[in-house]
């Protein structure tokens, strides 16, 4: 497929400063290793063999009819729910350095890319400005431009790159390093660049805890990429207003605030927490959108930003394994029934600590492809 020219001579370059129900279909860097929490070395958990063969049983399920077809769509509905796909391929990727799950992942990508159309040319955007972008008739939109739908999605995008940029072989590769190159320019302009210069106080201060994450698990990672010191700046600003400075539209309430303060309110020792910043009022956030909230915060413990400490780890490891998974908790304090999912982000916990490893390997909900890359990364993480 030719590579797309994503330069736009529309774009103003950056000069000053300037809520969708999440809906899941049914069923990283290895530098970091984690400090042994379960007492065994090596731990008494399944090989990543195990792993990679559960996905890999699946995997042309997963790719030819799960997202294949989803990132050939122009609807940006679809890009959400590609999500999950474009996550489970970066992590095959990134634990095996096998460059075939890498194409399948940029096929995907740059599906979306390709797709893409100049704002002001979709007769029914409420922007139709100099960004590229696409607009949603599904899941009750009218052809709006939803930053929901994108964000979602491209915080994946953006740990892509670190995983291609990880790999030696792979970023010295011109071929590949085209497409790194390709994909970054289109995430600096027409993600990161547009939503801010759209306005940050509504579409990235979001009112709930986790799309705010969404877009600080952007920023935590494009800013490893971007060389543009402007952007370095606001991808700083970003991410530690969210997690630990404060919302400039919510302020005094950040992650690290909101969680602490949750501390034992449930559970000895575990967190719960409200999803709505400033609201500390139970139930709280639920357990399938507080997967956002943990899959950024493993991000941000993994690459050692200092917000959030093993502690932290280990008590968001007893909200999952004591409040969340024994019996398909609706909310985090424990509360209620729901499916039982959980595979965008609390699986991710199992690569700090062996007895969640253990408790997600038995846990009867774990179907998803997304699953079984996550635990796929965690051991192999475990050295197994």
């Known amino acids: 497929m030719a590579l797309q020219i994503i330069a736009q001579s529309v774009y103003t370059p950056i000069t000053s400063n300037v809520g969708v129900t999440a809906v899941k279909p049914g069923a990283t860097s290895l530098a970091r290793p984690p400090a042994v929490t379960g007492g065994a070395n090596p731990p008494s958990i399944q090989s990543s063999t195990f792993w990679k063969n559960k996905f890999d049983a699946g995997r042309s399920f997963y790719y030819n009819t799960e997202a294949l077809p989803l990132s050939q769509s122009s609807d940006e509905f679809d890009y959400y729910n590609l999500a999950y796909s474009i996550d489970e ?3 095959m990727f990134e634990g ?3 460059t075939s799950y890498l194409d399948q992942v940029l096929t995907l990508v740059i599906n979306m890319i390709n797709n893409a159309r100049l704002s002001s040319t979709i007769p029914s955007s409420q922007f139709k400005d100099g960004f590229m972008g696409w607009v949603s008739f599904k899941n009750g939109q009218n052809g709006d431009e939803q930053a929901l739908y994108e964000i979602y999605n491209w915080r994946y995008v953006t740990r892509l790159l670190d995983a291609m940029k990880k790999n030696t072989a792979v970023f010295n590769n011109s071929t590949y390093r085209a497409k790194y190159d390709q994909i970054l320019a289109f995430t600096e302009v027409n993600i990161f660049d547009k939503w801010y210069t759209r306005g940050p106080n509504t579409w990235i201060y979001r009112s709930v805890t986790h799309i705010s994450c969404h877009f600080a ?3 935590l990672y494009l800013r490893k990429h971007t060389l543009n010191t402007t952007r370095q700046q606001r991808c700083d600003t970003i991410r530690t207003n969210i997690e630990s400075v404060g919302l400039p539209n919510a302020l005094p309430d950040n992650m690290r605030s909101k969680i602490t303060a949750s501390l034992g309110r449930a559970v000895s020792g575990a967190y719960s927490w409200n999803s709505h910043w400033n609201d500390t ?3 709280g956030q639920d357990v399938a959108h507080a997967n956002g909230d943990i899959t950024f915060i493993c991000e941000s413990f993994d690459n050692n930003t200092g917000v959030w400490t093993q502690t932290d780890i280990d008590r968001f490891v007893k909200t999952l394994t004591q409040l969340c998974m024994p019996t398909h908790a609706l909310y985090v304090d424990g509360t209620g029934t729901d499916n039982g ?3 965008d982000g609390w699986p991710k916990l199992g690569r700090f600590s062996v007895p969640c490893q253990q408790a997600l390997e038995v846990y ?3 179907g998803q ?6 635990m796929y990364v965690n051991a192999k993480r475990w050295g197994v």
């Open 89 to 91: 391929f970066t992590s």
């Open 96 to 98: 095996s350095g096998d």
């Open 217 to 219: 698990y952007i920023a």
């Open 281 to 283: 009022s139970r139930p």
């Open 341 to 343: 999912w959980i595979a």
């Open 364 to 366: 009867d909900v774990q």
């Open 369 to 374: 492809g997304q699953y079984m890359a996550m």
